[in-house]
């Protein structure tokens, strides 16, 4: 073990105070440890499918943390109703669900809403989970078949999850088969996602409405960045809007960066494949792509008075229209993106979209990949050092990746890499050493707390070896690489989290 992981070590060990509960070791389902966790718990999850409900205690600062992700560990509904529901209004941000694939849940009622996870009070954090499978079916209103957000105590924080091949099926009103945020609280934010392949759709002739596939909002004030929204389809058999996002009436919503690409409407009446607006509601739509969406591009309500704010998208290849009852914004362009194809909806280094916006929103300092914004592919040379990228994918020159699983007893190690040779440094530091910064994202500042873990040339990173030591499980870290290309040309990595298990 070298000086620097001793000294890694022992400030995890120095940190290590929080109660941590294990399931299924000490505890043989979650809902046992939820029920036995007090303020400031966090409870780990070994991997397997657990067939369980869960309606969340009124006790803030529980983090549930599946230890080894979404790729192992399941949530099962097994078709009984809602996965995981939310209903205090005291939770904060404090209170963490994380790493999880929430699937098989199943809502018949007449008016149905959240059968993945519903929000209907509080602001948890919700991050890094594979919500899949979920199903609303009944035969009224249907909301929200993936994460369904709603009631005015509702701000969750929303960040790099996975929500695909959610269904809401036969409503009278199917409103957001991926997401639905209704009616809920102003600081409601939905970052990173990756929402793509929900469907709304028919099985039975009565008439039936579908608006929002991949995310649908209505009466709120929400800001959503950064996400990736793809392939989502609003096949209701008689009116659709919206494949990839509807705004109705009495909504503030800011559209920040995002990717709207391969959505689709059908049906008798259809409106909006990309994004549709309607009703009486204010709309900011910057830096986005919408691109190849059918029919159209962005689509307005023939009678709504929305005021849409459009500035520096891509809006380009839409077959019905690229702009509908709406003029082009300041800065828009229409060009092909130029994905890297097929399911990934990453830029190729030519493409139009890479610095090309003066300007993110706070909310999109970071990528889908959680990338820092600032990571421009001119590396910071060109006439306007600063430039960022328009969609959710910010192309990046360097790259920190984890190999190995940051488990007690074993060893894993961090890698700096860089698209260009450069010298680097890689600190890490727990999260009350993380601070927000401007247009570079979360970035670790405070050197009391930071430890430079290893330097050199790229690529070149630093491993750590964990003690078998049981007092490290639930420690939270983070690691941040730094990059030179030159005397006076920085890049910093994405950030990576890790939970000790």
Same mark, same amino acid.
């Given at each position: 073990?070298?000086?620097?992981?001793?000294?890694?070590?022992?400030?995890?060990?120095?940190?290590?105070?929080?109660?941590?509960?294990?399931?299924?070791?000490?505890?043989?389902?979650?809902?046992?440890?939820?029920?036995?966790?007090?303020?400031?718990?966090?409870?780990?999850?070994?991997?397997?499918?657990?067939?369980? &409900? #869960?309606?969340?205690?009124?006790?803030?600062?529980?983090?549930?943390?599946?230890?080894?992700?979404?790729?192992?560990?399941?949530?099962?509904? =097994?078709?009984?109703?809602?996965?995981?529901?939310?209903?205090?209004?005291?939770?904060?941000?404090?209170?963490? #669900?994380?790493?999880?694939?929430?699937?098989?849940?199943?809502?018949?009622?007449?008016? *149905?809403?959240?059968?993945?996870?519903?929000?209907?009070?509080?602001?948890?954090?919700?991050?890094?989970?594979?919500?899949?499978?979920?199903?609303?079916?009944?035969?009224?209103?249907? &909301?929200?078949?993936?994460?369904?957000?709603?009631?005015?105590? *509702?701000?969750?924080?929303?960040?790099?999850?996975?929500?695909?091949?959610?269904?809401?099926?036969?409503?009278?009103?199917?409103?957001?088969?991926?997401?639905?945020?209704?009616?809920?609280?102003?600081?409601?934010?939905?970052?990173?996602?990756?929402?793509?392949?929900?469907?709304?759709?028919?099985?039975?002739?009565?008439?039936?409405?579908?608006?929002?596939?991949?995310?649908?909002?209505?009466?709120? =004030?929400?800001?959503?960045?950064?996400?990736?929204?793809?392939?989502?389809?609003?096949?209701?058999?008689?009116?659709?809007? @919206?494949?990839?996002?509807?705004?109705?009436?009495?909504?503030?919503?800011?559209?920040?960066?995002?990717?709207?690409?391969?959505?689709?409407?059908?049906?008798?009446?259809?409106?909006?494949? @990309?994004?549709?607006?309607?009703?009486?509601?204010?709309?900011? $739509?910057?830096?986005?792509?919408?691109?190849?969406?059918?029919?159209?591009?962005?689509?307005?309500?023939?009678?709504?008075?929305?005021?849409?704010?459009?500035?520096?998208?891509?809006?380009?290849?839409?077959?019905?229209?690229?702009?509908?009852?709406?003029?082009? @914004?300041?800065?828009?362009?229409?060009?092909?993106?130029?994905?890297?194809?097929?399911?990934?909806?990453?830029?190729?280094?030519?493409?139009?979209?890479?610095?090309?916006?003066?300007?993110?929103?706070? *909310?999109?300092?970071?990528?889908?990949?959680?990338?820092?914004?600032?990571?421009?592919?001119?590396?910071?040379?060109?006439?306007?050092?600063?430039?960022?990228?328009?969609?959710?994918?910010?192309?990046?020159?360097?790259?920190?990746? +984890?190999?190995?699983?940051?488990?007690?007893?074993?060893?894993?190690?961090?890698?700096?890499?860089?698209?260009?040779?450069?010298?680097?440094?890689?600190?890490?530091?727990?999260?009350?050493?993380?601070?927000?910064?401007?247009?570079?994202?979360?970035?670790?500042?405070?050197?009391?707390?930071?430890?430079?873990?290893?330097?050199?040339?790229?690529?070149?990173?630093?491993?750590?070896?964990?003690?078998?030591?049981?007092?490290? +499980?639930?420690?939270? #870290?983070?690691?941040?690489?730094?990059?030179?290309?030159?005397?006076?040309?920085?890049? $910093?990595?994405?950030?990576?989290?890790?939970?000790?298990?």
């Amino acid at each position: 073990m070298t000086l620097r992981s001793i000294a890694f070590v022992l400030l995890l060990a120095s940190c290590a105070m929080a109660q941590v509960l294990r399931v299924p070791s000490q505890y043989p389902s979650i809902g046992a440890a939820l029920a036995a966790a007090a303020s400031g718990t966090t409870i780990l999850v070994a991997p397997g499918t657990y067939s369980e &409900r #869960l309606s969340w205690p009124p006790v803030d600062g529980v983090r549930l943390i599946a230890e080894q992700g979404a790729a192992t560990t399941v949530l099962d509904g =097994a078709f009984g109703g809602t996965v995981v529901e939310f209903t205090w209004a005291g939770l904060t941000p404090a209170t963490v #669900l994380q790493g999880f694939t929430i699937t098989n849940g199943l809502l018949a009622a007449p008016a *149905s809403a959240g059968a993945g996870v519903a929000v209907r009070s509080g602001a948890p954090t919700i991050a890094h989970n594979r919500i899949t499978g979920n199903r609303c079916v009944g035969s009224g209103t249907n &909301r929200g078949a993936g994460l369904a957000i709603l009631g005015a105590d *509702s701000h969750p924080k929303v960040f790099y999850n996975e929500i695909d091949g959610n269904e809401l099926r036969d409503g009278t009103r199917a409103e957001g088969a991926g997401i639905c945020v209704a009616d809920a609280g102003s600081t409601t934010f939905l970052l990173g996602n990756r929402i793509h392949d929900n469907r709304i759709g028919s099985t039975s002739a009565a008439p039936h409405t579908g608006r929002g596939a991949g995310i649908y909002f209505a009466g709120v =004030a929400c800001a959503a960045s950064g996400n990736m929204i793809t392939r989502n389809r609003c096949t209701a058999n008689v009116t659709n809007f @919206g494949g990839g996002v509807m705004v109705d009436s009495g909504s503030n919503v800011r559209l920040s960066n995002n990717t709207i690409a391969d959505n689709a409407v059908a049906g008798t009446q259809r409106r909006g494949g @990309g994004v549709y607006i309607d009703g009486t509601c204010i709309v900011q $739509l910057w830096g986005s792509i919408i691109a190849t969406n059918s029919d159209e591009g962005i689509a307005r309500g023939p009678t709504s008075p929305a005021y849409v704010a459009l500035n520096a998208n891509d809006v380009w290849g839409n077959p019905g229209g690229d702009y509908v009852n709406l003029p082009p @914004g300041i800065g828009d362009i229409s060009a092909d993106p130029q994905f890297v194809g097929g399911s990934d909806y990453h830029l190729l280094p030519g493409s139009p979209c890479i610095d090309n916006h003066a300007w993110a929103a706070p *909310s999109a300092w970071t990528d889908v990949d959680g990338d820092s914004r600032l990571l421009d592919a001119s590396l910071g040379t060109g006439p306007t050092p600063i430039r960022y990228d328009i969609g959710a994918d910010e192309a990046a020159a360097t790259r920190l990746t +984890r190999i190995g699983s940051p488990r007690i007893g074993t060893t894993f190690s961090w890698v700096v890499s860089s698209s260009q040779p450069a010298t680097f440094a890689l600190a890490f530091a727990f999260e009350r050493a993380n601070q927000p910064l401007g247009s570079f994202g979360v970035v670790l500042i405070e050197q009391a707390q930071a430890v430079i873990a290893a330097f050199g040339t790229t690529p070149g990173g630093a491993g750590v070896s964990l003690p078998n030591a049981p007092t490290l +499980r639930g420690v939270r #870290l983070f690691a941040q690489g730094l990059t030179l290309f030159g005397p006076t040309v920085g890049q $910093l990595t994405n950030l990576d989290e890790i939970t000790v298990y």
